[in-house]
């Protein structure tokens, strides 16, 4: 069965701090992993890893794919208090066909 | 403001009620996918339709029905509600193959069953 784990649930950190967030997946023909940012409102793209496409950066934020160890990491540095949201991962599998999404960590920048 | 559209923002209902929520993409895109967040479940994928076409299903219940029409909006018809079907429905978009195009989100309905 598929499953995606996030960790941690969630973390309180201070202006400045540097988060690293975890997904984990088992799925059958994983095709491709996403992270989405979700604040009060709609989830917004973050970054999208593939087997071509292993690490990604974005000014403070970048991710990493490790396929060995089916897993991926999200890291923010240099926090902000505009960081705080949920972090969703999610996992394109069976051939692009199916699509689930981990449980989500909640962060909380402090100034 | 990604571009996607959906009605009605907000719906109460009461239970064994039948209600339509609708989505319009991005203009150009051809993919719609469906979604439901409640607290206890996190974010499901429901359903997703390609220009029309019904590609890929999640955890859907039999109780919902989505289609996507000639002019690409799409309707999730939510049938025999129950309490537990009280949760955010997001309605997403994009230009083409699932798995290699970002998605774009619309701002949600948010559905209370009492």
């Known amino acids: 069965e598929d499953k995606v784990v996030q960790s941690p649930l969630s973390l309180v950190v201070h202006e400045g701090d540097t988060v690293t967030l975890n997904c984990s997946y088992e799925v059958t023909n994983f095709r491709s992993l996403l992270w989405y940012k979700q604040e009060k409102k709609a989830p917004t793209f973050l970054f999208m890893l593939t087997s071509s496409g292993i690490e990604k950066k974005s000014g403070r934020l970048s991710s990493i794919l490790d396929k060995k160890e089916l897993s991926s990491i999200l890291n923010i540095t240099a926090t902000q208090t505009g960081d705080s949201a949920i972090y969703l991962c999610a996992v394109y599998w069976a051939a692009g066909n199916k699509l689930t999404f981990g449980g989500g960590t909640r962060v909380l920048v402090k100034p | 403001d990604s571009g996607v559209t959906q009605t009605p923002k907000h719906l109460i209902t009461a239970t064994g009620q039948r209600v339509t929520l609708r989505c319009s993409p991005r203009s150009g895109d051809l993919s719609v996918y469906w979604y439901q967040q409640s607290l206890d479940q996190g974010l499901q994928f429901l359903i997703h339709?390609?220009?029309?076409?019904?590609?890929a299903k999640g955890n859907i219940l039999e109780r919902f029905s989505a289609q996507q029409f000639p002019d690409l909006h799409s309707e999730l018809n939510l049938s025999s509600l129950e309490l537990g079907d009280s949760a955010l429905y997001f309605c997403?978009?994009?230009?083409?193959?699932?798995?290699?195009?970002?998605?774009?989100f619309g701002p949600g309905t948010r559905l209370l069953v009492l």
């Open positions: 339709y390609y220009n029309g076409e019904e590609r």
């Open positions: 997403a978009s994009s230009v083409g193959l699932p798995d290699q195009e970002t998605q774009y």
